[in-house]
């Protein structure tokens, strides 16, 4: 257990509103990262930080935006949801040196978009 | 680009039996490779891991060798249980000349049910 929590855990919205879920870690690791899990695709990276106010694109960051304004929190915004941002959502943290760095999950949110 | 592949699911074993779940990779620079579990309506656990060739993660029964020659690192396990169910997750964290780029590139997951 690396200290993430995820909220929401679940989550309905309705196409073209806001969506922010955020994710919280309470052991101060400085790289953070958001992935979404689809049925077929595996997991895939969204965005991630590598430290407050410093973050980057993966590779499905269309239609996401995120913000890390202190260590403990990285956020992860949907602009105005679209159906095909359905999905469950993790949240993930690094831990190790860079020839052993090893991440680990929260528990998910799972979000439809309707 | 860097990529994973693991054999497709789902795969459906008797408990007891032997298993195997095959994962390739294709990477530049020296990648880690990893093995995450999903049980049903939970997050991704770290299995195990392997971080240079030849090393052999093992955890919980389960190992896997990294295999460079064969860009491989298959997951084994000698006897499965009932409990042993869930989705496998082959991924490799890319790195470059001793750096990391700090993201997994995730094989697509494969489904293990263990029947009594």
């Known amino acids: 257990d690396a200290g993430i929590t995820q909220s929401p855990r679940h989550k309905v919205t309705e196409t073209g509103t806001p969506v922010t879920l955020r994710c919280h870690q309470t052991?101060?690791?400085?790289?953070m990262y958001w992935y979404r899990q689809d049925p077929g695709h595996g997991l895939r990276l969204i965005h991630y930080s590598y430290g407050v106010k410093d973050t980057d694109k993966g590779e499905v960051s269309d239609g996401y935006s995120v913000s890390r304004s202190k260590t403990e929190d990285f956020l992860l915004t949907l602009e105005s949801a679209t159906s095909s941002q359905t999905s469950v959502y993790f949240c993930a943290i690094s831990e190790g040196n860079k020839e052993a760095e090893t991440q680990y999950f929260g528990p998910g949110t799972r979000l439809l978009v309707l | 680009g860097d990529s994973v592949t693991q054999m497709e699911g789902p795969v459906t074993l008797s408990e007891e039996a032997f298993l195997t779940i095959n994962c390739t990779y294709t990477?530049?620079?020296?990648?880690?490779l990893f093995w995450y579990v999903q049980y049903p309506g939970e997050g991704l656990q770290l299995l195990l891991k392997a971080t240079k060739a030849d090393d052999k993660g093992s955890n919980k029964g389960f190992e896997a060798t990294y295999r460079k020659e064969t860009t491989s690192f298959h997951l084994e396990k000698g006897s499965v249980q009932v409990s042993d169910s869930a989705v496998y997750f082959c991924a490799l964290s890319a790195r470059w000349y001793g750096g990391s780029q700090g993201n997994l590139i995730f094989g697509k997951g494969t489904k293990l049910s263990v029947k009594p």
């Open positions: 052991e101060n690791h400085r790289y």
């Open positions: 990477a530049t620079g020296y990648p880690s």
